[in-house]
């Protein structure tokens, strides 16, 4: 008898690690993986605001880009009793993901910021910086052809990052880090986005920043992006303020 509780608790014990490695790589499986968090959370902020007025956001300067800034104020939901539980996944609870809102004046609408991915652009930001420091000025990769009128692909191996490339959130395909001539480094969205038009067949209109391409058919923004116009049956980066 002994032993067969013995067994049983060694059996208990092995299901119980597997489901948490199993629950530990949903949450980096896909946007599929944070469809209830992102449903509970939506539901929380929209009785918030109807009946605070306001949403539980977390202010942010002027200069915080558009898909990083109104940060949704996970700790305040949950003391005020909107929400039951702060999702795992959250940064706030250890977690790799921001959740953040969008179209904030018009339809306030939940999305997953990922927090890896603004880690890597970071990364390779202090590489570029340190590359162009002890280069007089040079830039590694604006020496090459424009990738985008204004805009050169970061030669990783230039500053040892062969390794570093960004993995999209969307795809899960490999795409390049971009950069302007002042060395800010972004991530080009254009495979993803491409990817989309073709799947919809829905024609973009002109002037439209196809970044609500991805953020439509996903729970995620493209983070550390800039915007990007349809030119000439693709999609480009450009340069302007947001």
């Known amino acids: 008898m002994a032993r067969q509780i013995a067994l049983g608790l060694l059996l208990l014990a092995f299901i119980s690690l597997l489901s948490g490695c199993m629950y530990r790589g949903e949450q980096h499986a896909g946007p599929a993986s944070y469809t209830?968090?992102?449903d509970r959370i939506q539901r929380?902020?929209?009785?918030f605001q109807e009946k605070e007025g306001i949403l539980p956001i977390i202010t942010a300067g002027q200069e915080t880009p558009r898909y990083e800034k109104y940060r949704i104020d996970l700790d305040r939901l949950k003391r005020?009793?909107?929400?039951?539980?702060i999702p795992s996944a959250a940064f706030e609870k250890g977690g790799n993901v921001y959740f953040l809102v969008i179209n904030e004046e018009v339809d306030p609408t939940v999305k997953v910021l990922d927090l890896p991915t603004v880690q890597k652009v970071n990364d390779i930001q202090r590489s570029v910086?340190?590359?162009?420091?002890s280069h007089g000025g040079k830039l590694p990769?604006?020496?090459a052809e424009e990738t985008y009128p204004g805009l050169y692909t970061v030669d990783l191996s230039l500053i040892g990052a062969e390794d570093d490339e960004p993995v999209s959130v969307y795809s899960g395909k490999t795409l390049s880090y971009i950069m302007d001539s002042q060395g800010t480094v972004y991530v080009d969205y254009a495979f993803d986005m491409m990817q989309i038009i073709d799947k919809t067949q829905a024609a973009p209109e002109q002037g439209e920043d196809l970044r609500t391409r991805l953020t439509d058919n996903s729970y995620f923004v493209p983070?550390?992006?800039l915007p990007y116009r349809f030119i000439d049956g693709a999609p480009v980066p450009v340069i302007e303020s947001e």
């Open 36 to 38: 209830d968090s992102v």
């Open 44 to 47: 929380a902020l929209d009785r």
């Open 80 to 85: 005020m009793g909107y929400l039951d539980e």
């Open 129 to 133: 910086n340190a590359y162009r420091s």
């Open 141 to 143: 990769g604006v020496e």
């Open 223 to 225: 983070v550390k992006s």
